[in-house]
């Protein structure tokens, strides 16, 4: 089994581009590396990626790379030392590394994660508005096929009505949804009703998502624009767990 510090060994941390443009379904870049683990399959580094790998509370996108050489569909995405590394089925040729590459992303399943990993944002807003205090989260997950955030506290005040009642509120205020960047220094003076700080790495800068008079919650995940993309909330769930509560929803399409 090829491990992913070998493909990663040596090569720069990749370009991220969907850290700046969510929205990018194509990119035209370069294969740095390839490392084959079977006949026709095996491990592609790019110079850019447009695809978010697994990781962050967010599920791997997939897609396509191709060349005039070699057309692969990726089918999971990973990360090793900040370099992304795309694993995927060869469907014809041969690729060759320092070659010219298309990058396509599989655009309706990333927009779904997003509408879902803003709406978890929401979500957090939420339980903060009922129960009056920040609390602290100890896992989540944005994407298919069952979102949740896990929260360490007491869930007795929580109930899915008001929970879905606030969230939607937020979606049908359309609030403006947009990166910033952050030092550490600056870090608990820009967050505000963020539940996940407990389980920040220690970094130099954080990618900061704010939801316009909502919250500011460090995240290097992909998000709708607007809130009024998500389309709308459902809360599938308040459930009792170790330590505290879980709640799982879903979008309205």
């Not at 779904?112 to 903060?128: K, N, P, Q, S």
Request: with cysteine; proline share 4%; glycine share 10%.
């Amino acid at each position: 089994m090829v491990s992913l510090s070998s493909i990663s060994a040596g090569l720069q941390p990749t370009n991220k581009l969907y850290l700046n443009d969510s929205y990018l379904k194509t990119a035209e870049t370069t294969l740095l590396r390839y490392v084959p683990e079977t006949r026709r399959s095996g491990y592609f580094v790019t110079t850019d990626t447009i695809m978010h790998p697994k990781g962050g509370a967010q599920p791997s996108d997939t897609g396509s790379i191709e060349s005039v050489n070699f057309k692969a569909v990726v089918k999971k995405v990973l990360e090793h030392s900040g370099v992304v590394i795309h694993y995927g089925d060869i469907v014809e040729g041969v690729p060759r590394e320092g070659e010219k590459v298309s990058m396509t992303i599989a655009w309706e399943w990333r927009y779904r994660v997003m509408r879902l990993h803003t709406a978890g944002h929401i979500v957090d807003y939420a339980v903060v508005q009922i129960l009056g205090e920040d609390l602290l989260s100890s896992r989540a997950f944005h994407g298919p096929p069952e979102s949740f955030v896990e929260y360490i506290g007491r869930a007795g005040e929580i109930d899915s009505a008001s929970l879905a009642q606030i969230s939607n509120d937020v979606v049908k205020a359309s609030k403006r949804v947009y990166p910033v960047l952050v030092s550490r220094g600056e870090l608990l003076k820009t967050v505000r009703g963020a539940p996940n700080l407990a389980r920040l790495p220690e970094l130099e800068t954080y990618r900061v998502i704010v939801i316009d008079g909502v919250n500011a919650i460090p995240c290097g995940g992909t998000h709708v624009a607007n809130t009024a993309e998500v389309g709308g909330i459902l809360i599938r769930g308040v459930d009792k767990v170790e330590n505290g509560f879980k709640v799982v929803y879903d979008v309205a399409d």
